[in-house]
């Protein structure tokens, strides 16, 4: 059973455990005044973050945990859990410093390094602690959050069709998998049926996404790796395809374009756009396949074992690379469309490297199979009051969203990124690693700090 | 790679040079000569994202993909606030970046300029959430503002010379 999902809301007496697995949701109340649950970290390690969580969001306490550090809440943050009903301040004020302590080995020789909020280079800011013996790491703590925005908290109270704009900036990325997502809850709440068109519409875009955000990393990992004449091109690339996105949509991301609505567009332009790419993509591994200095990197580096890659309930990019089978696009619709599932075996940075690739192409297939949609329109109002679930897969891995409407409003709004997971995995990947190598490694997961801070 | 090399001696050399945008092309033109008059021939960046929802910084990524090819004009990205003549802040300003930020703004060098990049700097996106504590300009002095959400590169390009003009 995969574990998916674990958090909290507050109803009307009591606080509401929600556990999602692949099979089966379960709901567990608790007392609201004395709030605790019992971990299930031991059997699910991925849950320990899920729980970390609870605990600042609502406060409740976790009993026979291995880790009950605050998440969210760093050194100034004042004791408080936003995501009771009662809390309504649009303002906090820092209080002295409290010292986090990091989970570190320590003895003879052993040094720890720390690296972040703010990296080198243009990216999005983390904490990454090392362990390092010399030159090999031999334990990586991966600390986040700093890009807390209180998302879920500031969608509350909202009409659902007013938070679009906010949910297609939960990740840049990923905005079209988020909008996608969003589509799919309000579809289900003005109990609308799916629509092969706008459905064509949607999957369209989301894997123009996918190629955009893909070639972006098919570049970055050898320019890590030392080799900056693959960036050089598949970043011109990843331009072209954001440039096809900004014609489709009127955007680079293509904000705003999922909004229940499949517009029709030029296919004559998206045909050639789509030929010339799959040229190109062929010379690019013909050529990169062939340089066996990269691949002296790349192989071996970073490796996730399967075993592991499963008990920490990977997704995306990072499980299929170690073989594992799982990708929300395995559904009739999108097999029916020329999808078939990329995996690898070997859980390396190289693996990692030949599923995007591998994906890549497989997304202009898609493409090009679904091409043939109308213009359509669902209707989304009135909106049932309920719960509901959807997911989404965005490049990263599945995108979970959860929400409750009363009233028609907003009651509550869960957003899980695969990176959520993801990054709790990471550490997995250091043993037998130099720390010159991390840059490499963590590229080639390229997962999201926005999405996952929220 | 040998497939490479034998297409690269049948053919030549045949550097792709795609931008055909003649407006950008002068537009890059007045950025160089800028950057020579006011700093010597060299602008460093260094960029920090204060809580966005990472658009904006794909968006100075492209900048250096052979389309923008900034670093030709003398425009370097840097490692370190140190080495930074001009802080690039993007997002929010959320509470947990916000020391961070303040901080990296003190390691620059005098003298010293802030941008900002991308509507959620000025507070305006995302509003109402006691995790943020923008916009920018309450903690710093800003010297100039890109809008856009997020900014396209060739608008990055526009908002670096119009800063360049306003000194
Ligand atoms: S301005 Fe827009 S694109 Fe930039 S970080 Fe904010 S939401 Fe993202």
Redesign the pocket.
């Given at each position: 059973m995969r574990f998916i999902a674990r958090f909290a809301q507050e109803l009307q007496d009591h606080f509401e455990i929600i556990d999602v697995f692949d099979s089966k949701i379960e709901k567990t109340p608790i007392d609201k005044d004395n709030p605790e649950i019992e971990s299930i970290a031991q059997a699910y390690p991925a849950a320990v973050w899920f729980e970390r969580k609870m605990h600042d969001d609502f406060g409740i306490k976790i009993l026979n945990t291995f880790d009950n550090r605050p998440l969210i809440h760093h050194e100034r943050f004042p004791n408080i859990h936003p995501m009771r009903k009662e809390f309504t301040h649009k303002h906090i004020d820092p209080v002295p410093f409290k010292p986090y302590h990091y989970e570190v080995i320590e003895g003879d020789g052993i040094f720890q390094v720390g690296v972040g909020p703010i990296h080198a280079g243009i990216i999005e800011p983390g904490h990454f602690h090392f362990s390092q013996e010399g030159e090999s790491i031999l334990h990586l703590e991966v600390r986040h959050f700093y890009k807390y925005r209180g998302i879920e908290k500031i969608v509350e109270r909202k009409d659902p069709k007013d938070a679009w704009h906010i949910v297609e900036?939960i990740s840049?990325n990923e905005s079209i998998a988020y909008q996608l997502a969003y589509l799919d809850l309000l579809r289900q709440a003005s109990k609308q049926g799916e629509n092969e068109n706008i459905q064509k519409y949607g999957s369209i875009l989301l894997e123009l996404e996918r190629i955009a955000h893909h070639l972006v990393d098919l570049g970055f990992i050898p320019n890590d790796a030392g080799f900056g004449a693959a960036l050089a091109y598949s970043s011109m690339l990843a331009e072209d395809t954001r440039r096809v996105l900004k014609t489709l949509t009127n955007h680079r991301?293509g904000f705003g374009a999922i909004r229940g609505v499949a517009r029709k567009f030029d296919q004559n332009a998206l045909h050639s756009f789509l030929n010339d790419l799959e040229k190109k993509m062929d010379f690019f591994e013909k050529w990169i396949i062939e340089i066996p200095s990269l691949w002296d990197r790349l192989d071996t580096t970073g490796k996730l074992s399967q075993k592991k890659a499963l008990k920490y309930s990977t997704l995306g990019v990072v499980a299929r690379a170690s073989g594992i089978h799982i990708d929300r696009r395995e559904v009739p619709f999108y097999k029916e469309h020329g999808f078939s599932i990329q995996t690898q075996e070997s859980g390396d940075v190289a693996a990692r490297f030949k599923v995007r690739l591998q994906e890549v192409k497989n997304s202009i297939q898609i493409i090009r199979n679904l091409l043939d949609f109308q213009e359509d329109e669902v209707v989304l109002n009135a909106f049932e009051d309920g719960e509901y679930f959807a997911f989404t897969e965005s490049s990263l891995g599945e995108v979970m969203l959860y929400l409750k409407i009363k009233d028609q409003k907003i009651d509550r709004f869960f957003a899980r990124d695969p990176s959520f997971i993801n990054w709790q995995a990471l550490h997995l990947m250091m043993p037998k690693n130099i720390i010159a190598d991390f840059p490499l490694i963590n590229k080639s997961c390229d997962l999201s700090y926005a999405g996952s801070d929220l | 790679m040998i497939d490479f090399w034998v297409q690269r001696f049948r053919k030549g050399i045949q550097t792709q040079n795609s931008w055909a945008d003649e407006e950008l092309e002068t537009i890059k033109k007045s950025l160089k000569s800028e950057i020579g008059k006011k700093f010597s021939g060299s602008l460093a960046i260094r960029m920090v994202d204060s809580g966005?929802?990472?658009?904006?910084e794909a968006e100075c990524n492209a900048l250096s993909n052979p389309y923008y090819d900034l670093e030709r004009l003398g425009i370097r990205f840097v490692a370190s606030p140190r080495h930074a003549d001009i802080l690039l802040v993007?997002?929010?300003v959320t509470f947990n970046m916000l020391p961070h930020l303040l901080d990296a703004y003190e390691q620059l060098p005098s003298p010293k300029w802030v941008i900002t990049?991308?509507?959620?700097?000025q507070g305006t996106?995302f509003k109402d959430s006691f995790a943020i504590k923008g916009p920018v300009k309450e903690h710093l002095p800003v010297a100039y503002h890109i809008p856009?959400?997020?900014p396209t590169p060739d608008e990055i390009v526009r908002g670096f010379l119009g800063f360049l003009r306003s000194l």
């Open positions: 900036r840049g991301f | 966005s929802c990472n658009a904006c993007s997002g929010v990049l991308g509507d959620c700097t996106l856009g959400c997020p």
